[in-house]
């Protein structure tokens, strides 16, 4: 079995206010044809899909249009997950259409099992773990908020359109429909067809053995006796338990001791009672009852979106905490023969032994981030496990440049020589670009995006406390330092109008 990695889209994203929209076009279009050519059964998207959690109508209309090539109209299997750029809803909003497509879409932790050519593969997903994402899917989970139905049978034929198909695999209910809030405790789903490749996907479940929350007569039980698994395993936090153990539960649950005051009598994973829990070990949590679906005879494999310790940071990333905050320790990811991880834009391998990746942003989104991109073509069996990991390079799309120019015409030949290049142009000179210069600069040079003006000179006279000085000198300091250029007196004259109307 052949499996595409890839990670970071961030559709929609923009470059100092540049549209990349058909750049962003032109390299989907390209792993769509590296999965025609290399015929890969399976393409991964780790993550952050999106730039942002409200991307414009082009992105989306973008989004759905790559996933349909990718898949080849329902023929080859697409599997994402959210990252944290994205809305999770959002994501999700056409699940039910785009499995007619064999595309998941995942917003919370779940395994999906995919049968094809005579061999199995089993994904453990776990979205971006938020700790109020995670709370949601787990309280879904405790009460049975999940609606399982009969797999997608599909067939290799071009003549088995969408249309044709029958069923949508189970899915997670948002938990706002009736119709979505099923309840068939350990369903068991079974293939109609008799040779085409399905797909199952199952949402955690609690096992029979797990404790289920009670209330007695309005009054709280802090003395959790319950029967919990002897591993310490269980499938899911409860969710009255307030995950978070943020101290602001008030259910009156078993499980918990409700308060979460650190006064339970159990060290029991569904309850979260042990608060100085590690966000590794969270992770490590919310990823075992999806990983429980692995199996000897399959292909196992994990995908998430997480900082994971040992992994450089490419560029650009958002929310790469401060002092590690959520940073993964490995040795929380499950065991199993690869794992396909999307946030850090740099391509890299955090554990080459285990086959833990990073497949990096398709294309670079910051002028300070790695910049060569790729794709990772994984080979795998499930006797063997993975046989072969190659990274693909990624050709689409401008490169980002950083020049540097100690005088004009310096900045001139350099951008000549890299006229294809969006630019970033650090320039030093002795005085501010005059009005001709930074008019040439812009005409000339359509890709120059950014110019970083640095006067050594004008520095060096600055040396007189600013506060002393007019609010007009400060405002021209300001404006020269962000633009290269003198303010005209009108602008100046209307910053000095506005600052009085305050």
């Not at 009255?240 to 008030?250: F, G, I, P, Y």
């Not at 794992?339 to 086959?355: N, P, S, V």
């Not at 950083?402 to 900045?411: E, G, K, M, N, R």
């Not at 950014?450 to 404006?479: C, D, H, M, T, W």
């Amino acid at each position: 079995m052949k499996i595409l990695h890839t990670s970071d889209w961030h559709l929609g994203k923009k470059l100092e206010g540049r549209d990349r929209l058909d750049e962003q076009r032109a390299v989907l279009n390209e792993i769509a044809e590296i999965a025609e050519s290399r015929n890969i059964d399976i393409v991964l998207a780790a993550g952050d899909i999106f730039d942002n959690a409200i991307p414009g109508a082009d992105a989306e209309a973008l989004f759905y249009e790559s996933l349909v090539r990718i898949s080849d109209y329902g023929k080859r299997k697409v599997i994402l997950i959210a990252g944290n750029h994205d809305d999770v809803e959002r994501v999700t909003a056409a699940q039910s259409l785009a499995r007619a497509y064999g595309i998941y879409l995942s917003s919370g932790a779940q395994s999906v099992t995919i049968e094809a050519g005579g061999e199995t593969a089993v994904f453990a997903l776990l979205s971006y773990p938020t700790d109020a994402r995670m709370a949601e899917f787990e309280r879904l989970c405790s009460f049975g908020h999940f609606s399982l139905s009969e797999p997608v049978t599909e067939s290799r034929s071009k003549e088995n359109s969408p249309a044709k198909k029958e069923k949508s695999v189970g899915e997670l209910s948002s938990g706002r429909s009736e119709r979505d809030k099923t309840e068939i405790p350990n369903a068991q789903l079974k293939d109609n067809a008799q040779s085409s490749p399905q797909c199952t996907v199952h949402s955690p479940q609690l096992k029979d053995g797990s404790i289920h929350a009670k209330r007695n007569g309005g009054k709280k039980n802090k003395s959790a006796t319950a029967d919990c698994e002897t591993d310490k395993s269980a499938t899911v936090d409860c969710g009255l338990c307030a995950v978070n153990c943020e101290k602001s539960a008030t259910a009156d649950c078993e499980l918990c001791a409700a308060d979460c005051e650190k006064s339970a009598t159990v060290d029991c994973e569904l309850c979260a009672v042990h608060c100085e829990e590690t966000f590794s070990e969270r992770v490590g949590r919310w990823f075992r009852p999806a990983a429980r679906d692995f199996r000897p005879d399959s292909i196992n494999i994990a995908v998430s979106h997480l900082f994971v310790q040992g992994g450089t940071v490419g560029g650009g990333e958002r929310e790469i905490e401060l002092g590690g905050a959520k940073l993964v320790d490995r040795k929380f990811l499950p065991d199993c023969h690869y794992t396909a991880l999307g946030h850090l834009h740099k391509q890299q391998a955090i554990d080459a032994e285990r086959h833990v990746y990073y497949s990096g942003s398709i294309l670079p989104c910051y002028f300070d981030e790695w910049p060569d991109k790729c794709v990772i073509e994984v080979d795998c069996s499930p006797g063997a496990g993975v046989r072969s990991v190659e990274m693909i390079p990624l050709k689409s799309g401008r490169r980002l440049t950083t020049l540097t120019a100690d005088s004009f015409t310096d900045a001139l030949d350099k951008l000549t020589a890299r006229a294809d290049d969006y630019v970033s142009l650090e320039l030093t000179l002795p005085a501010p670009l005059s009005d001709s210069e930074n008019k040439l600069l812009k005409t000339t040079f359509p890709n120059l995006l950014k110019i970083s003006l640095k006067l050594p000179e004008q520095e060096k006279r600055r040396a007189v406390n600013v506060r002393v000085l007019p609010k007009a000198e400060l405002f021209r300091g300001f404006y020269l330092r962000r633009t290269g250029t003198e303010p005209t007196e009108e602008m100046t004259k209307l910053f000095l109008e506005l600052m009085e109307s305050e």
